[in-house]
């Protein structure tokens, strides 16, 4: 099956610096690869997806870039902010339809004022 | 918020029970799916289901069972043979189709052991 490997597991940046957290993965038939935000006691929640057929895609101050290639995507938040704050997952799927997800273990952003 | 509720949101476990964790959608979503939360480790796919009466082991599913018998419903039932419960429950639904993806996650079970 899927494994994604996510680094670094912590990851602390002062506050308008950017971030950049960067998954591998096994399957090279995965073809979907969002990104979920989890803030402190509350459920994750989508801030992004790319598909394997783009290798870049941007929604304001987050951008997500992939590489089929080297098998390996990485998620880009710029001019950072306190609510930036959480834990991310990457996580990719093979195929489509509704197989579940496998997630990386996550990164816990700190953003230091 | 809503969409995908939980509940309990707490829930405690004796030796040797089973429990069970209910979850229920209003999202007319077909896909629904288990994930356990666990410090450090990510979410692990438990179970899913893309239609009624119909079901898929994930990567971890020893240990817990699941039920369909109703579009909006997926309850998890975590058995006696699952060793090491204490974890935090996760379910989500989605619809089916390449158009969109996106998993709506609920709230959260926080299952411990007695």
């Known amino acids: 099956g899927e494994n994604v490997e996510q680094h670094p597991s912590t990851l602390s940046v002062q506050e308008g610096d950017s971030a950049v957290i960067k998954c591998t993965y096994s399957d090279s038939a995965s073809n979907y690869f969002p990104w979920y935000k989890q803030e402190l006691g509350k459920r994750p929640q989508l801030i992004i997806d790319i598909r394997s057929n783009v290798g870049e895609k941007k929604d304001q101050r987050i951008a997500v870039t992939l590489n089929k290639t080297a098998k390996h995507f990485s998620l880009h938040i710029t001019e950072t902010q306190p609510e930036d704050s959480a834990v991310y997952f990457c996580?990719?799927?093979?195929?489509?339809?509704?197989?579940?997800?496998?997630f990386g273990k996550g990164t816990h952003l700190i953003i230091q004022p | 918020d809503g969409g995908i509720t939980q509940s309990p949101k707490y829930l405690f476990r004796k030796e040797g029970q089973n429990v069970t964790l209910s979850c229920e959608q209003n999202?007319?979503?077909?896909?629904m799916y288990w994930y356990r939360q666990d410090p450090g480790q990510g979410l692990r796919l438990i179970y899913y289901?893309?239609?009624?009466?119909?079901?898929q082991k994930g990567d971890i599913a020893e240990g817990y069972s699941v039920s369909r018998e109703k579009k909006e419903s997926f309850p998890l039932t975590v058995t006696s043979a699952q060793k090491n419960p204490t974890a935090f429950y996760l379910c989500a639904s989605s619809i089916i189709g390449s158009a969109n993806e996106k998993l709506f996650f609920g709230s959260g079970t926080q299952l411990s052991v007695l």
């Open positions: 996580a990719a799927r093979a195929g489509g339809g509704a197989d579940g997800l496998t």
């Open positions: 289901s893309q239609i009624v009466n119909d079901f």
């Open positions: 999202l007319n979503h077909d896909a």
